[in-house]
């Protein structure tokens, strides 16, 4: 079983709509979770840390469910420039591991 | 500041060939690591270091060596690089756990 698990989509979404991404993880020891943001050919960049309690970044919100071992990404009002892979992450005494990535395209 | 930079962008190789990838840090960063990044496969860690002088190996080390003589570069080798060693190198480094940064990126072909 893979470490950790996304859907690879592509979500093709239109311009205003509410978008929500799962991720799954299987080591119970993990200790922090992370979204992170890739364009095409690009580096990948941190969108935001996800906390226990939830946390909300404008138009982003991203969720933990220890019990359930999955976090979320819920992206509200998606713009054309939201379209890139989302990455989840997690951390675990110094290392990192990664989702492969969930496809969102923002269509006018 | 420059933060993460890679040294080469680009580089075709022949079966058997070796080479060096170069990771540079004007951070002070004290953790580097090497992931590769293939299609459908995401991110996988090749190796990392905790601090100058110390390497350790992550989810997919064979074939790869790793150096860190000094605290601002992590080197990562290829000896005998084999057409499965075809993929996106990214270098990153952190200083604490919330947030890592990733270089441009290293694309590499075997033939």
């Known amino acids: 079983r893979k470490e950790v698990e996304q859907d690879p989509g592509p979500f093709n979404v239109p311009e205003g709509a509410t978008v929500a991404f799962n991720c799954t993880y299987s080591?119970?020891?993990?200790?922090?979770f992370f979204w992170y943001r890739q364009d095409c050919r690009k580096e990948p960049k941190l969108l935001m840390s996800?906390?226990?309690s939830g946390n909300e970044d404008g138009r982003f919100t991203a969720q933990l469910n220890r019990a359930s071992q999955y976090i979320s990404l819920l992206i509200r009002d998606s713009k054309l420039s939201d379209s890139a892979t989302y990455l989840c992450?997690?951390?675990?005494?110094?290392?990192?591991?990664f989702g492969s990535g969930t496809k969102l395209n923002v269509k006018p | 500041n420059a933060g993460v930079t890679q040294t080469p962008k680009f580089r075709v190789l022949k079966t058997g060939q070796s080479m060096t990838l170069l990771c540079a840090q004007d951070?002070?960063?004290?953790?580097m690591y090497w992931y590769r990044q293939d299609p459908g496969m995401g991110l996988r860690l090749i190796h990392y270091?905790?601090?100058?002088?110390?390497?350790a190996k992550g989810e997919v080390p064979d074939g790869y060596n790793v150096s860190r003589l000094k605290k601002q570069n992590f080197l990562l080798g290829l000896e005998s690089a084999a057409p499965s060693q075809t993929s996106v190198y990214f270098c990153?480094?952190?200083?604490?756990?919330?947030?890592?940064?990733f270089g441009p990126g290293t694309r590499l072909t075997v033939l």
């Open positions: 270091s905790v601090g100058e002088g110390t390497t």
């Open positions: 080591n119970s020891a993990s200790q922090s």
């Open positions: 996800v906390y226990s």
């Open positions: 990153a480094s952190r200083w604490d756990i919330n947030e890592q940064f």
């Open positions: 951070m002070n960063h004290e953790y």
């Open positions: 992450s997690f951390y675990n005494f110094n290392k990192f591991y």
